[in-house]
């Protein structure tokens, strides 16, 4: 039941519901709405295969494969799911932005790299700091105003990192169990909740790629 309500249902609807709600005829830089609809759906499909299939007989090695698969779909939330935010962020800069999308992507090879030989929780969040180092950057320059965007799409990316840390962090506590070892097995353990904020975090990803990507469809760059 618990990989039906936690990991299905945010599955199916990402999967059948999301495409309905991207305005693909309005976005003038297509590509970029299949790289947002990918990174929206992968981690929920990593991590439903992985649930779905850990009762295996197969021993460690299979259960490695599986939670590389699970990993695999972190990772590519947080590399594609960043580049419609990097590209609109430096829409007025073109070889920056190029620069900026080519450094991102190897940055998060190497993210994903750590991220599936990493043998804690710990280690394995701390594998998409740098990520996170530089989404912050682009932050930071719309901030200044250095940066472009929809002025609302700021604010969901905030809180998009920041709800998808506090599931993190939830997880590596082990809050609430922890407190009350036995009552939280089957719902509203650290790993449901962990699950739960992170597709809170996609929406508000979601929210603010489309934004961004209408806004820049007619957006013409000052002249300098």
């Not at 007989?57 to 698969?69: A, F, W």
């Not at 989404?135 to 604010?155: D, E, I, K």
Request: aromatic share 16%; proline share 4%; glycine share 6%.
């Amino acid at each position: 039941m618990d990989i039906v309500v936690v990991h299905g249902i945010p599955l199916l609807g990402f999967l059948f519901l999301l495409p309905v709600n991207i305005p693909w005829t309005q976005i003038a830089v297509s590509w970029l709405a299949v790289v947002h609809y990918l990174a929206c759906i992968m981690p929920q499909l990593g991590s439903v295969l992985y649930h779905l299939f850990m009762n295996h007989e197969g021993g460690e090695s299979v259960y490695q494969k599986l939670l590389t698969l699970d990993m695999c779909g972190v990772c590519i939330v947080n590399t594609l799911g960043a580049l419609p935010i990097i590209y609109c962020t430096l829409i007025c800069y073109p070889s920056t932005r190029y620069m900026a999308l080519f450094s991102y992507t190897a940055l998060s090879s190497y993210a994903i790299y750590c991220a599936i030989t990493a043998h804690s929780n710990i280690t394995r969040l701390c594998s998409f700091a740098w990520q996170a180092f530089f989404r912050f950057f682009c932050f930071f320059l719309r901030w200044v105003g250095l940066g472009s965007g929809h002025p609302s799409s700021l604010h969901c990316y905030v809180v998009m990192d920041a709800v998808a840390l506090l599931g993190g962090m939830i997880n590596i506590a082990r809050i609430p169990e922890r407190w009350k070892p036995g009552k939280f097995d089957y719902w509203f353990n650290s790993h449901q909740i962990m699950h739960i904020l992170a597709v809170v975090s996609i929406l508000y990803l979601h929210w603010g790629v489309i934004a961004d990507l209408l806004w820049i469809t007619g957006y013409s760059c000052p002249l300098e």
